[in-house]
């Protein structure tokens, strides 16, 4: 059975259980390797262009990403 496509892991932080979408499979590794993707979780802002504008590996607070989403809208250069 192929495992390809997406789906939700759950892994802890911080005593509290998250899910989150993850490709796997063959789909999840060649999406990886066009990225660049070094560790999990790596997360990305993709503007309306679907250009990465900022990546963060590791855990990544809303607020930061919120920063980041403010600062796009103001037509400034994202920078992580």
Same mark, same amino acid.
């Given at each position: 059975?192929s495992d390809d496509g997406e789906r ?19 789909? @999840? ?6 990225l660049g993707v070094r560790c999990l ?16 590996? @590791? ?13 796009? @809208? ?7």
């Amino acid at each position: 059975k192929s495992d390809d496509g997406e789906r939700l892991v759950n892994f802890r932080y911080d005593n509290e259980l998250i899910d989150t979408p993850m490709l796997v499979g063959t789909a @999840g590794m060649r999406a990886m390797r066009e990225l660049g993707v070094r560790c999990l979780p790596t997360t990305f802002l993709i503007d309306r262009d679907a250009q990465v504008t900022a990546r963060w590996e @590791g855990l990544v607070l809303p607020s930061t990403i919120a920063q980041a989403i403010a600062a796009q @809208g103001n037509g400034r250069e994202v920078v992580d």
